[in-house]
C-alpha cells in the first residue's frame, strides 16, 4: 500500500511543473509503475477483489498518462510560463516584491511632488543639457512624443536595449545583499519623479502622460519585478536559512533568472507600444488614456489572477 501510494504521490507531482523552477525528486516514478503493473496482474491472477482490482488499474493508469504523455512542443511551453508559471512566480516572491514596488513609487511621488513646490530642485537633479532635451522630446508642439528623432523601428530597438539593460543591473545588483537593488530602484523612482514633476509644472505634463501611459504598464511594472527578483536574491544571501549560502544563492540566481525572462518578455511588449504607439502625437488624449486603461488593467489581472486554478504548482 505505502508502495501504492508513493507512485500516485510522485505521478501527481510530476504532472505539474513548479513554478519555483526547482527539479522534483521523482526519479523512482518508473520503477514503482513497473512493480505496480507486476502486481496488478498477480492480483487478476490470484482473484482478488475486483475493488483492489480497479484501484490498481486507476493507478497504473494515471502512472501510465504521466510517463508516456507527449511532451509540450517550446511554443507551448513558453506559453504556459508567461501564462501561468511567471504570474505563479511573481506572487510567491510577494514580500520582495512590494519591498520592490515601495522603494520605485514612494521615490517617485515624492520627488514629484517636491518639484511641484520648490521648481529649482530639478537643477539639482539634472544637469540644463539633459532638462533642455526632456522639455524639447515633450513641447506640445512636437510632432512626435517622448523623442528628438528616429525611425519607429530604429526607436524600438534602442527601447529594447535601454530597458532590458536596466532590468539586467536591477536585478544583477541585488548580489550587493540587495543594496544595489536598492539603489537602482531608489535612482530610478528619483528620476522618473523629478521628470514628470518637472514637466508637469512648466505646462508639458499632457504630451508627457499621454506618451508614458500606454506603455508604463508593462515598462514600469517590469522594472518593479526585476527589482523583486534581486531582492529576493540578496535576501538568500544575507539569510540562507538551513542551507549554505551558496546553495541558498544558487537557488535565488535560479529564481531569479526565470523571473528575469518573463521581464524581458514585457520590456519587448513595452518596446514596441512605446516606439509605435506612444510616439504618436496626433492620437486624442481620451484614446491614450483609454488604451493605458485596458493595457494597466490587463497586466495587473494577468499577474493576480495568472495560473490560478491551472493544475499549476505554486
Known amino acids: 500500500m505505502e508502495q501504492w501510494l508513493l507512485l500516485r504521490a510522485g505521478a501527481s507531482r510530476r504532472a505539474r511543473r513548479k513554478a519555483s523552477g526547482l527539479a522534483l525528486d521523482d526519479t523512482a516514478v518508473p ?23 480497479q484501484r490498481l488499474q486507476q493507478l497504473m493508469q494515471q502512472g501510465h498518462s504521466v510517463l508516456y504523455r507527449t511532451r509540450p512542443t517550446r511554443w507551448r511551453a513558453a506559453l504556459e510560463f508567461l501564462v501561468a508559471d511567471f504570474p505563479l512566480l511573481v506572487r510567491s516572491q510577494a514580500r520582495s516584491m512590494w519591498v520592490a514596488l515601495a522603494m520605485f513609487a514612494l521615490p517617485a511621488i515624492a520627488c514629484f511632488v517636491l518639484v511641484q513646490v520648490y521648481p529649482d530642485l530639478i537643477h539639482a537633479l539634472m544637469d540644463n543639457r539633459q532638462i533642455a532635451a526632456m522639455e524639447r522630446m515633450y513641447d506640445p508642439a512636437a510632432e512626435r512624443l517622448g523623442r528628438d528623432s528616429g525611425t519607429d523601428w530604429m526607436m524600438f530597438g534602442h527601447y529594447i536595449l535601454n530597458n532590458i539593460s536596466i532590468a539586467l543591473r536591477t536585478f544583477a545588483s541585488g548580489l550587493l545583499a540587495g543594496l544595489g537593488t536598492l539603489l537602482v530602484l531608489l535612482f530610478n523612482g528619483v528620476t522618473i519623479g523629478a521628470v514628470a514633476g518637472h514637466l508637469q509644472h512648466i505646462g508639458h505634463g499632457g504630451p508627457f502622460w499621454r506618451f508614458v501611459a500606454g ?3 508593462f515598462e514600469l511594472t517590469a522594472i518593479v519585478i526585476a527589482g523583486g527578483a534581486g531582492l529576493q536574491l540578496g535576501m ?44 504618436i502625437a496626433e492620437v486624442p488624449a481620451w484614446t491614450k488614456f483609454g488604451v493605458a486603461g485596458v493595457l494597466w488593467a490587463g ?6 489572477r495568472g495560473g490560478r486554478g491551472g493544475g499549476h504548482a505554486h
Open 31 to 53: 520503477q514503482r509503475y513497473r512493480r505496480l503493473c507486476q502486481q496488478l496482474a498477480l492480483a487478476r491472477e490470484r482473484g482478488y477483489s475486483p475493488q483492489l482490482l
Open 215 to 217: 506603455h508604463g504598464a
Open 236 to 279: 538568500k544571501l544575507l539569510a540562507p536559512g538551513r542551507r549554505s549560502r551558496l546553495d541558498a544563492l544558487v537557488d535565488g540566481g535560479r529564481i531569479g533568472a526565470r523571473l528575469c525572462l518573463g521581464v524581458a518578455f514585457m520590456l519587448l511588449v513595452a518596446a514596441f507600444i512605446e516606439a509605435f504607439w506612444s510616439s
Open 299 to 304: 497586466v495587473l489581472l494577468w499577474l493576480w
